[in-house]
């Protein structure tokens, strides 16, 4: 069913415009006598409601919008092949930087979205007109766009604070915009899903579908949204009506928790209308090898009037095929060329990308083993980003009682069956090749796990010892190390002298890795998982949150959390106050990877202080200024009334 919602997309636009998605999309194909015709059928307006879910592809599962809504937080280091350093290390600017090295894609965001907003307000618009679909479908499409069309406000108002606010269809270009004041647009939002709320109602439209949004999803997005308003606008009334929310959409039966946290992650279970604790995802189609995962082209043209294409770190394969770039985001190098694994990885490790490469040979026994399977969850490891000292170590802090720690950490990769033995480096080699070990390598716990590692596997630890991953243990100076080895001090050889540095070797997180094998995609380069937005473990940490104003049992309430996270026959309970801090704590547990992080530390004031203490990358720069992202050079270049359209401040 997942492939059905997504191909309607590409169907409508070329059958019902005769032309490209994004020219369907461009303001002048959907005024007057074309959107008149088009959107009075049935099919035009599926497809125009269909339209308006695609540019959420441009920010999840991308790499970009990873960079603006994890990094530059507490929970994660850039690591060597990063391409937006300046997020991490709040360097950035409102210049859109050249090429596709350490751009934000701001100016590209602030258009997307608002691309976005201008089909849902034609989607509005042409609805209630329409006089062919009945009343059901015209209250799901209604419910839909209204949801969407909050969601995509929601995005920007806590990107960029004080935004202009459209609500009906562009039919004419102004360069005197006026900013709308945040609190008035959370205003605007809440107000746009108790209308999404009320349609779904009426259609009682209250089932996950397709990836499309429905009443429990508005609701549990009323509830993200009220929660922002009452830590960040300072509404305290909506602390209590934000509860009231989670609460409903947690009795509401449209999500439940698998036994094993992993089973969340895992691709069979990847489909966010099936996916048990999904309340609202993204959806991708499992057809990686044509355009219908693509976003659409840009609304602004190049001189000879063609549409100009987002950048590729937004469209990742570009405008061929599409997908999600999630898989590639955590996973650091293993079939990494260094010489302690064989030299190009070919002794124990290769990534299967193609059918000559689903085979290595023992040295020992000069057996062909097929690895395709076995290596194919590993991924490409593009070193974009590591955990940071803070979260490596608040997840081993619970290993022993939470099953969140496995599932979220790839701490080990191990060899395939029937290469055991053949490493020249490590003769005694079972099937740990390489361990992230979470102790201070000098400590006498490390000391003993580096003797029996010897010959046995690589093993780095989380600080000192021979290879570390990061420079030291103290949060505000840990730093993912550089420098190789040139002689080993445990072997006394060269074992180590290529990308062995904490930033290109470093524990991975499991969650986006395409763990499910696939003999057509055994590395691929994009994935179809889908991005699940809102879940269900959210709710019972948004209750938990308001509980701490409202005067409820939030301990109780994060306990039933950690309830269903325990390992079997584990207490896996807190004791003591629940504070914002842990509150946020169990959110980093929870939720890291997951594109909220700079938003939590923002909406609670927190980035500054958790930053410096937490993050050596950014410490130095960050300031409170960074609660804001800057308004996009090219829309301060466009406005003329620059004497009230001002930049944020500090940019």
């Not at 716990?445 to 991953?469: E, H, S």
Request: proline residues 3%; charged residues 25%; contains cysteine.
């Amino acid at each position: 069913m997942k492939n059905k919602f997504n191909i309607l997309i590409a169907a409508v636009c070329s059958v019902f415009t005769l032309f490209s998605c994004s020219e369907f999309l461009e303001e002048n194909n959907k005024v007057g006598m074309t959107a008149d015709l088009t959107y009075s059928t049935s099919a035009g307006i599926k497809g125009l409601v269909a339209s308006s879910y695609s540019f959420a592809r441009g920010w999840y599962g991308k790499e970009p919008s990873l960079g603006l809504s994890e990094m530059g937080t507490d929970l994660f280091y850039y690591g060597f092949d990063n391409k937006q350093k300046s997020l991490n290390s709040y360097s950035i600017t409102s210049l859109t930087m050249p090429g596709v090295n350490d751009n934000a894609c701001l100016d590209e965001y602030w258009e997307l979205f608002y691309s976005a907003v201008d089909v849902c307000n034609n989607a509005l618009k042409y609805i209630p007109l329409n006089t062919v679909i009945n009343e059901t479908d015209k209250n799901i499409y209604l419910g839909e766009s209204y949801f969407l069309r909050a969601f995509y406000y929601f995005h920007m108002v806590n990107i960029w604070g004080d935004i202009p606010y459209n609500d009906s269809p562009i039919t004419t270009f102004s360069t005197e915009p006026t900013r709308m004041k945040e609190a008035d647009v959370y205003t605007k939002i809440l107000e746009d899903l108790d209308k999404s709320v009320a349609a779904f109602e009426a259609a009682n439209y209250k089932t996950k579908a397709d990836g499309r949004a429905n009443y429990w999803a508005a609701r549990a997005l009323k509830a993200r949204v009220l929660l922002y308003e009452a830590s960040w606008i300072g509404k305290q009334s909506s602390y209590a009506l934000a509860k009231t929310e989670a609460e409903a959409v947690i009795g509401s039966n449209i999500a439940s928790f698998y036994p094993k946290y992993s089973d969340t992650w895992y691709m069979g279970n990847e489909d966010a209308g099936t996916n048990k604790e999904s309340i609202f995802g993204i959806t991708y189609s499992s057809d990686l090898k044509t355009n219908v995962n693509c976003i659409p082209k840009r609304y602004r043209t190049d001189a000879t009037g063609n549409p100009l294409e987002y950048n590729g770190l937004i469209t990742r394969t570009g405008y061929t095929r599409g997908g999600s770039a999630m898989l590639l985001m955590f996973v650091g190098m293993w079939n990494n060329g260094a010489a302690d694994l064989g030299g190009n990885g070919k002794e124990v490790f290769v990534r299967p990308l193609a059918e000559s490469s689903y085979y290595v040979t023992n040295t020992k026994t000069n057996a062909k083993v097929y690895v395709a399977e076995a290596y194919s969850p590993y991924g490409r490891g593009f070193t974009r980003y590591l955990p940071s000292l803070y979260l490596w170590d608040l997840l081993e802090k619970y290993r022993a009682t939470d099953q969140r720690t496995d599932g979220t950490l790839l701490s080990a990769y191990t060899i395939a069956p029937g290469l055991e033995g053949s490493s020249k480096k490590y003769p005694l080699m079972k099937d740990t090749a390489i361990y992230y070990c979470p102790y201070d390598g000098n400590s006498a716990k490390g000391i003993a796990m580096q003797t029996w590692a010897k010959n046995r596997y690589r093993i780095q630890f989380m600080y000192n010892g021979d290879i570390p991953v990061l420079s030291s243990g103290d949060m505000t100076t840990a730093l993912p190390t550089e420098a190789n080895k040139a002689i080993s001090d445990v072997y006394g050889d060269d074992r180590y002298k290529d990308n062995i540095g904490g930033w290109k070797s470093f524990p991975g997180i499991k969650k986006f890795l395409d763990n499910k094998f696939d003999i057509n995609y055994p590395t691929h380069d994009i994935s179809y998982r889908d991005a699940i937005v809102i879940r269900l473990a959210e709710m019972y940490l948004i209750k938990a949150e308001c509980e701490i104003t409202t005067g409820g049992n939030a301990l109780a309430t994060i306990n039933q959390l950690r309830d269903v996270r325990a390992i079997a026959g584990k207490d896996n309970k807190r004791t003591g106050a629940i504070t914002i801090d842990t509150i946020l704590e169990e959110r980093a547990i929870e939720l890291c990877g997951e594109q909220q992080r700079w938003f939590d530390l923002k909406r609670t004031k927190k980035l500054v202080d958790y930053v410096k203490a937490r993050n050596a990358q950014a410490k130095a720069n960050v300031a409170t200024k960074h609660y804001y992202r800057p308004i996009p050079q090219v829309q301060m270049d466009a406005v003329t009334n620059k004497t009230d359209f001002l930049q944020n401040e500090g940019y």
